[in-house]
Structure formats: C-alpha cells, structure tokens
Nanobody
Framework: QVQLVESGGGAVQAGGSLRLSCAAS????????MGWFRQAPGKEREFVTA????????YSTDSAKGRFAISRDNAKNTVYLQMNNLKPEDTAVYYC???????????????????WGQGTQVTVSS
C-alpha cells in the first residue's frame, strides 16, 4: 500500500504559478510511476501528466506542455507539479496517483492507477 498526500494548492490570479507536491509513504520501496490528474467542477477527472519511476520519461497533455512540469525526488518520496502561466480553465482539484511499474510504460487512464491522494484545490481567477 502507498499513501499519497498532495499539498500546495491555492488561489492565484491568471498568469500566476503554483507548485504542487505529492508526498508518498508506506510501501515506497516499490517502483511507482506517478501521474497528476485534475477534475474541474461538473467535469470528469482528466489526465494531466505522468513521470516514470526513474524520472527519465514524461508524458503530458498538449494543454500542459510548456506550462506544467512534473518532476520527482525519490530520496524524498515526493513528486512535484510546477504550474506556470495558470489560466482560469486550470481551476480544478488536482490529484496525484501511483501506478506500480510493470514495464508497460506510462499510463494515461485513471483506472490504471491503484493509489490516489485526496486532492488539492487550485483556483485561478481572471
């Protein structure tokens, strides 16, 4: 089992930046690929970006490329999401999720992630 706790959310104006953190505890000796998802009000949860356990491969949606950057520090069991040039449409609850490395690459579907954090709210005003 892995427990995930997100932090760093908040309210910012358009054009601002936030850095989200996701701290893992529990069975962190296993190799987990990590993903960030978000869910806006009235919408389904959607994939944002993911990073493999070694930090050598990243996949991001087109909306995230150039503005959002995922990274990880395995020594601290923490994954980060740096968000720059935030837009009102980025307003959502952001979740981190863990997928046990299986050799099948980075996953984009939430059903492939076994462990989830509770989410952190990001609100961007215009």
């Amino acid at each position: 089992q892995v427990q995930l706790v997100e932090s760093g959310g908040g309210a910012v104006q358009a054009g601002g930046s936030l850095r989200l953190s996701c701290a893992a505890s529990g069975r962190t000796s296993s190799r987990y690929n990590m993903g960030w998802f978000r869910q806006a009000p009235g919408k389904e949860r959607e994939f944002v970006t993911a990073i493999n356990w070694a930090g050598t491969r990243i996949y991001s949606t087109d909306s995230a490329k150039g503005r959002f950057a995922i990274s990880r520090d395995n020594a601290k069991n923490t994954v980060y999401l740096q968000m720059n040039n935030l837009k009102p449409e980025d307003t959502a609850v952001y979740y981190c999720a863990a997928d046990l490395e299986s050799g099948l690459g980075l996953k984009l579907s939430q059903i492939d992630y076994a462990f989830w954090g509770q989410g952190t709210q990001v609100t961007v005003s215009s």
